[in-house]
C-alpha cells in the first residue's frame, strides 16, 4: 500500500501569512493527488486534483505543487474560513490512501 | 443536482454486520463510480472501497473478507456490508462519487455521511 506521510499535524496562521501544508508519497503516484478541506460535523470539499488543478469554486488562495514525490498545498493570505482540516489522498493505485490530516486554525 | 445520501442504523450491536445505502440521484451509477469512507471520531478518513461503473469491486485489505460492496443500478443505490463488527469499527461512513477525467480523478460530491456506533 502507498502511504502518504502529512505534514504537519496541526498549525496556526494568521492572515497574512502563506500556509503550507505537505504529503510525502512513499512511491512515485503520477500527480494522482487531490486536497480535501473538511470542516466540523461536514463532509470533506475537494479544493485540488491532479496536483496542481483547482477545483470549480475554490479561491485561487488556493494552489499545490509538486516535487518528486512530496505533494505541498499551499494557501495565501488565508481567511478565517480556511480553518478546517485538510487531507490529501492518493488515487495512484488501491487502496486508495488518504494522509493524516492537517488541523488549520487562521487566527 | 448531483446528490448522495446514506442510510443506515445508528446502533449495531458487537459482531453483528452493518448494512448502509447510499442512494444517489443527478446522475447514474454506470457512469461514474462511488466509494466508502469512513472515519473515526476525532481521527482521519479511511478508504474502504470502491464500486466502479462497470460493476467491479475493490476493498482496503484492511477489512480482510469483512466488507462487501454491491448495487443495484435501477434504485440507483450502492450498498456496503461489513460484518463481525467491532467497537473500533465505530465511525461516520460516507459515499462518495469518484470522476475520472483526462485531467485526473477525485471525489468531487460527497453524502451527509452516517454515524454507526458498535455497541457491546
Known amino acids: 500500500d502507498i502511504q502518504m506521510t502529512q505534514s504537519p499535524a496541526s498549525l496556526s496562521a494568521s492572515l497574512e501569512e502563506i500556509v503550507t501544508i505537505t504529503c510525502k508519497a512513499s512511491?512515485?503516484?503520477?500527480?494522482?493527488l487531490s486536497w480535501y478541506q473538511q470542516k466540523p460535523g461536514k463532509s470533506p470539499q475537494l479544493l485540488i486534483y491532479?496536483?496542481?488543478s483547482l477545483a470549480d469554486g475554490v479561491p485561487s488562495r488556493f494552489s499545490g505543487s509538486r516535487s518528486g514525490t512530496q505533494y505541498s498545498l499551499k494557501i495565501s493570505r488565508p481567511q478565517v474560513d480556511d480553518s478546517g482540516i485538510y487531507y490529501c489522498?492518493?488515487?495512484?493505485?488501491?487502496?486508495?490512501?488518504f494522509g493524516s490530516g492537517t488541523k488549520l486554525e487562521i487566527k | 443536482q448531483v446528490q448522495l445520501k446514506e442510510t443506515g442504523p445508528d446502533l449495531v450491536q458487537l459482531t453483528q454486520t452493518l448494512s448502509i445505502t447510499c442512494t444517489v440521484s443527478?446522475?447514474?451509477?454506470?457512469?461514474?463510480?462511488v466509494h466508502w469512507v469512513r472515519q473515526p471520531p476525532g481521527k482521519g478518513l479511511e478508504w474502504m472501497g470502491a464500486?466502479?461503473?462497470?460493476?467491479?469491486?475493490d476493498y482496503n485489505s484492511a477489512f480482510k473478507s469483512r466488507l462487501s460492496i454491491s448495487r443495484d443500478t435501477s434504485k440507483s443505490q450502492v450498498f456496503l456490508k461489513m460484518n463481525s463488527l467491532q467497537t473500533d469499527d465505530t465511525a461516520k461512513y460516507f459515499c462518495?462519487?469518484?470522476?475520472?477525467?483526462?485531467?485526473?480523478?477525485?471525489?468531487?460530491?460527497w453524502g451527509q455521511g452516517v454515524m454507526v456506533t458498535v455497541s457491546s
Open positions: 512511491q512515485g503516484i503520477d500527480d494522482y
Open positions: 464500486m466502479w461503473n462497470g460493476g467491479g469491486t
Open positions: 491532479d496536483a496542481t
Open positions: 489522498l492518493q488515487s495512484y493505485s488501491t487502496p486508495f490512501t
Open positions: 443527478g446522475f447514474s451509477l454506470t457512469t461514474y463510480n
Open positions: 462518495a462519487r469518484h470522476v475520472i477525467t483526462t485531467y485526473g480523478d477525485y471525489f468531487d460530491y
